[in-house]
T-cell receptor, first 116, second 115 residues
């Protein structure tokens, strides 16, 4: 079964500290993609970072990096130097299916609170 | 930066009424999607659309739902007879390919409240 698991319902981090949000996935497809999205209280889904299953290097986008461990089926998001504006819900998602039938499967999310 | 536009941002409707949620995907994108997020829950796939037809739909997407791309720019989700449990945030998304990640773009959502 294809599934995304986020085991941390909520996390606290001090401003300027780094934080890791956990994500594990399950799929038997050899080709897939992993996403992280940020959802602030206003509700929109903001794309943060993407890792393809064949990518050799871990993806990085500014303060965001994705710790991709394929053998362990994990795709943890690392946010460095947390800011107050990082407080939001964070969703891990996996792109499955090929061609026109591709879709995203989401985890249940982690609510991050950055404390001053 | 190109974006996916959804209207309206909020909609309140009476149970049993029909609603149409509208989306304008990114102009050169080829794949279109609708997702739903019930308040406090995870985002769920509803339907994907490619080459003017539905390519996949979830079990949520029953006969009450339909999608259409009436012209070259709009992509709509219709709920024929709304129920209380249809209250949710509905997201439209589009992508140019199915191989890349960064082009998979969500709109800002329509919050539907059925009363």
């Amino acid at each position: 079964a294809q599934k995304i698991t986020q085991t941390q319902p909520g996390m606290f981090v001090q401003e300027k500290e780094a934080v890791t949000l956990d994500c594990t996935y399950d799929t038997s497809d050899p080709s897939y993609g992993l996403f992280w999205y940020k959802q602030p209280s206003s509700g929109e889904m903001i794309f943060l970072i993407y890792q393809g299953s064949y990518d050799q290097q871990n993806a990085t986008e500014g303060r965001y990096s994705l710790n991709f461990q394929k053998a362990r089926k994990s795709a943890n998001l690392v946010i460095s130097a947390s800011q107050l504006g990082d407080s939001a819900m964070y969703f891990c998602a996996m792109r499955v299916g090929g061609g026109a039938t591709n879709k995203l499967i989401f985890g249940t999310g982690t609510l991050l609170a950055v404390q001053p | 930066e190109p974006e996916v536009t959804q209207t309206p941002s909020h909609q309140v409707t009476q149970m049993g009424q029909e609603v149409i949620l509208r989306c304008v995907p990114i102009s050169n994108h080829l794949y279109f999607y609708w997702y739903r997020q019930i308040l406090g829950q995870k985002v769920e796939f509803l339907v994907s659309f490619y080459n003017n037809e539905i390519s996949e739909k979830s079990e949520i997407f029953d006969d009450q739902f339909s999608v259409e791309r009436p012209d070259g720019s709009n992509f709509t989700l219709k709920i024929r007879s709304t129920k209380l449990e249809d209250s949710a945030m509905y997201f439209c998304a589009s992508s140019l390919t199915f191989l890349q990640g960064g082009d998979y773009t969500f709109g800002s959502g329509t919050r539907l409240t059925v009363v």
